[in-house]
Every structure is written in C-alpha cells, then in structure tokens.
C-alpha cells in the first residue's frame, strides 16, 4: 500500500500528472479541503479509476486522519494496480502543516443539494459547476414554468427569464408555478417571486418583454445555455440565429398533443441547426394548445426533461442529445431517439 506525505502531495497537487481526491463527507469540506483537491466520495473515485488509470494520473487520496484512504487504496491497488497513494495522515495533518486550503461551496448548498450531490459522478464538484452557470429560459408557460421549479431547485447559480404574458385562470392545469391569486399578473413578475421563495441563492433576472430581435443578442451573449419555453416557430428562429452568432447551446422543446420532442443545438457554426431541421415552417402550419388542447402534465413532462438536459450539460453528466432528437409518444410509451445529418442543410444561412 503507497503512502504519501502531506507536503509532497501538496506540492505536486497543481501538476497534471496528479489528481488530489478529497473523500471525506461533505459536512466535512464546508471547513475547508486541500487546494486543488476534487471532492469525491470514495464510490466517485472507484467509478473514476480505470479512466484515471488510462491516463496516467497518480492519485493522491485524502481522508480524515489516513485510515480510510489507506484501505481504499489497497482495494484499488488489487483491482488496477500501483499509482494510488494515501496521504499520511489525512486531512488532520494537512491542516497540520498549514498546507494550503481552500472553501469550495457556500455552507447552505450541502445540506440543501445533498441528494443530488451524493450521486455517482455527481458531486461538490458538479455543483459548484452548477452555481456558476447562466440560463436563459424563453418563456414561463407550460414548458418554462416546470423546468424555472427543478432549475431553481436544482441550484442553478443565475436564471434570465422572458415572458411578455400574464397568468391567466386556463393556464393553472398545467403551469404550475402558478396559483388562482396571481391571474391577471405578468408571468415574469410571478415566476421571479416564486423562484426566489423556493430558493432565494438563485440569482434571478425576470423580463416582463417579448423576445425579439433586438433584445435577443443582450440576452443570449453571456448566457451558458438558451431554454426555449416558447411556443411558435417566430421565437425560435430568433434563438437559433443568435445563438449562432455567439456560439451558444440551446435547447429545443416542442409538445403537440400527447407528443414530445427535445434536442440539444450546439450553436456551431459547422452543425445543424434549428432553421435546418425546420426550414421555412409558419407558426400557423403547427397546432397550439389554445385549438387543439393539452393535458396538463405533458408540458409538465417535457419541462422536466429540459431541466433533466440543462444540468446534464451543464456538469458534464451523462450524454446530451447534440445530433439527435428524442420523441416521446406519452400516449402510448414509445420512445424514439431520432439521429440527423451532421452536416448543414444546403441553403441554410449561418
């Protein structure tokens, strides 16, 4: 079983050979870690191992005095060989030696995220990700106002929305962020009051406007990602061709009746875009639910799997849906994932 001392990990902590894994709880790094260090459990660094050891990275493992660490690397030294070292005396020592140290979350995040935090592959460190990032939402309707819930929810460090409407009495069955007293006001003005009280270390910008072309580009420039919570085919070419010009991501969700579809535009210019996959639609060409209806969970279900997306994107989790769309048949439970040409389509303008 290799040991390092605390010094010596210290200093090659910053190189990139090196990877500093900080195993203890996560009440234990609102105190402080090790500088440089990435907060894993030790389920993290074991599904992290072969890719770590693929690598080449030696691993430096932190714990609270070097008990834990020490058995955690015998286990990992038996599946995949030498490179993993237990720092001599853990954290207490650390500390000890006044190494540097550093606070990596605000202490109400722990306690509030902890379920999503203790997730494989997950972690403080998906979190942190998480708080810095800037979502544009397009609308606080059937769509918009499930996903502004899981997103503020979620911790998403800062949320601009958009929305140029106000509540009415049909919209309750399914734009949930809404209740009975607030008909008649703007959505934005809601939205913000009811985001902020579900958690108020959101950061909200809310835009009592419609988006157009002349406020878009100020909007989609330093955002991280575009959500459209729209409903017409106007406002979505509006994005895309922003989005185009800044090089920005945005996702596309669409319901009609018991239908959904969803898919990630990377906003390069070298792939397929909105305007590709939907040349030359007219929002009179789609069905909208005023004329043909719509069970209220459906968009409930869609703003979910937006959410579902942004924070998979955003931390890097999972697999994201750039060149395909997923169609899902709610009716009948059948799901598609639909691939498309990774090239742009003749005639398009970007």
């Not at 734009?175 to 985001?195: F, H, M, N, S, T």
């Not at 009280?197 to 100020?218: G, M, P």
């Not at 898919?263 to 996959?277: A, M, V």
Request: with cysteine; hydrophobic share 40%; proline share 4%.
């Amino acid at each position: 079983m290799a040991v390092i001392d605390a010094r010596t990990a210290a200093s090659l902590s910053d190189g990139p050979s090196v990877v500093l894994v900080d195993i203890r709880s996560q009440s234990a790094w609102l105190d402080g870690v090790p500088k440089n260090a990435k907060l894993w459990s030790s389920s993290d660094l074991l599904n992290q191992a072969k890719q770590l050891k693929q690598q080449g990275k030696k691993v430096c493992i932190v714990c609270y005095l070097g008990q834990t660490s020490a058995v955690l690397v015998e286990q990992l030294e038996e599946k995949w060989g030498d490179g993993f070292y237990s720092v001599q005396g853990g954290f207490k020592t650390w500390e000890a030696m006044g190494l540097p140290v550093e606070v990596p979350v605000k202490v109400p995040a722990v306690d509030r995220y902890e379920r999503q935090v203790k997730l494989p592959n997950f972690g403080l460190e998906a979190q942190n990700k998480l708080q810095n990032s800037h979502v544009l939402v397009v609308g606080a309707g059937g769509l918009g106002a499930p996903a502004l819930l899981y997103l503020a929810g979620a911790g998403l460090g800062r949320i601009s929305l958009i929305d140029d409407d106000t509540v009415a009495i049909h919209n309750l069955h399914r734009q949930i962020l809404y209740q009975q007293e607030d008909v008649g006001q703007p959505k934005a003005d809601v939205a913000k009051r009811r985001l902020i009280a579900l958690n108020d270390n959101v950061s909200i910008q809310a835009l009592n406007e419609r988006l157009t072309v002349e406020n878009v580009e100020s909007l989609v420039e330093n955002v991280d990602l575009v959500v459209d919570g729209s409903d017409n085919v106007s406002s979505r070419y509006v994005i895309n061709e922003a989005c185009l010009k800044f090089n920005k991501p945005w996702l596309f969700t669409a319901v009609s009746g018991f239908d959904i579809q969803l898919t990630l535009f990377s906003g390069e210019k070298n792939r397929p875009c909105y305007r590709c996959l939907f040349p030359g639609v007219d929002d009179s060409e789609l069905d909208n639910c005023s004329e043909a209806g719509v069970l209220g969970p459906v968009p409930g279900l869609a703003g979910m799997l937006q959410a579902i997306e942004t924070i998979k994107y955003l931390t890097g989790l999972g697999d994201d849906l750039k060149l395909k769309m997923l169609s899902y048949d709610v009716l009948h439970h059948h799901f598609k994932m639909l691939k498309y040409p990774s090239k742009i389509r003749s005639g398009c303008i970007h």
